[in-house]
């Protein structure tokens, strides 16, 4: 399994994903190697097994103790889920003037500098040096796999190559496509790879009808290799809590909880808060998470003027996640474009209704949400008002919805990718 990221290396709903998916493969007995493209700090090798980019030498280490049938190799590699190119060559010259500084002071053991890059200047040439080395991986895990399973555009090289090398099938997941992430802007060469991956692919899992219906129409695929497995929702992670908010205890809290990129819609979101705040006034809005439009939308909320009732609490992982869900009344999900969606599960398995836009896959298996269009800004605001204002709105939304939320359950998606893959091995 070659994938962007896995707790504690996660910086989106992929890595959860990942976690949630693996966990169940091993309660069901399957056994996965997972690949990570990640540098990797020392303090973070007791629980992974780390290659070393020239190296076939493998550092081995405890891995995750509930784990029994799942292990890890991490590549040292600056690639990055939702990264741009341009935020590529930031992190790969921050990381070599890192390198330097550390060199000056004598400092070069392997687990400081994570081994000698030689980082060849651009995202497109590093997708391929990190499928180069997870080849080399395969070769040395002597092809003792079935399947080759490998998650969204930056490791589709890779599988490809491990594919075409070991003779395996090879299944790609699509979790989120260019058209999602960008509109339609898409980066030509992010375009050119996902193509290519699901052309080569044996069988494609898409995360949604919604995305399954993108693959067909903007990649030219056929239906007849493109299969829908829902995600689940998994409760994971033990870090730090969040510091005091200074939220009022007569304060309603709405939360938005994700990347602040376009794909999200966080402009709608603050728009809508505007809207709400005109009508009540112990209203504040919470937007958690980090991204490209972070500083756009602190600028937005104070030339909207609502600059005092939003608060941007940045990155939030594991138990400040569960924190902020315990103290939210409604939870916001106003995304453009959005495969699927974790988020909403996460909130309704903390007790918190949601809002979720119709352009997004979860809402194909949520029936009791409160779904908007993500332009309408009008409908986004109106609905807050009424679940806010209306306690037996809230308590239907949260009691129904809490109960459907926990019939989306890892084990059942573990069970649909092993039917896949058993569709994938049969002979041509």
Known sequence: MLG??????????????????????????????????????????THVKLLCPGSKKFASASGFSELRNVKFHTISSPLQPYTTSETYQKLIEETLRQKHDMRLGGITSASQLVS??????DMYTEVHRYA?????????????????????????????????????????????????RSGE??????YDIERQGMERADKIIAVSHFTRNIIISRYGISGEKVEVVYNGVERNGNWSSLTETGIKKDEKIVLFLGRITMQKGPEYFLHAAKKVLEIMENVKFVMAGSGDLMHRA?????????????????????????KIYKMADLYVMPSVSEPFGIAPLEALDNDVPVIISKQSGVSEVLMHALKVDFWDVNEIANKIIAVLKYPPLQMTLRSHGNFEVRKLRWKDSAAKCAKIYEDALLPV
């Open 298 to 322: 602190i600028e937005l909320a104070a030339e909207l003027g609502i600059g005092q009732k939003v608060l941007f609490t940045g990155f939030l992982r594991g138990e400040d996640v569960q």
């Open 4 to 45: 962007w990221e896995f707790p504690p290396f996660i910086s989106g709903g992929l890595g959860t994903a990942c976690y949630g998916l693996t966990k169940a493969m091993d309660q069901l007995g399957m056994e996965v190697t997972f690949v990570l493209p990640k540098m990797v700090e020392g303090r973070y090798t």
């Open 132 to 180: 180069a080395i997870a080849a080399e991986l395969a070769e040395y895990e002597q092809y003792n796999f079935d399947i080759v399973h490998a998650h969204d555009w930056m490791t589709y090289p890779a599988g490809i190559t491990v594919s075409a090398l070991s003779g395996k099938p090879l299944v790609i997941h699509v979790h989120s496509t260019e058209f999602d």
């Open 185 to 190: 802007h898409v980066n030509q060469m992010i």
């Open 116 to 121: 000698s890059i030689d980082y060849s200047g």
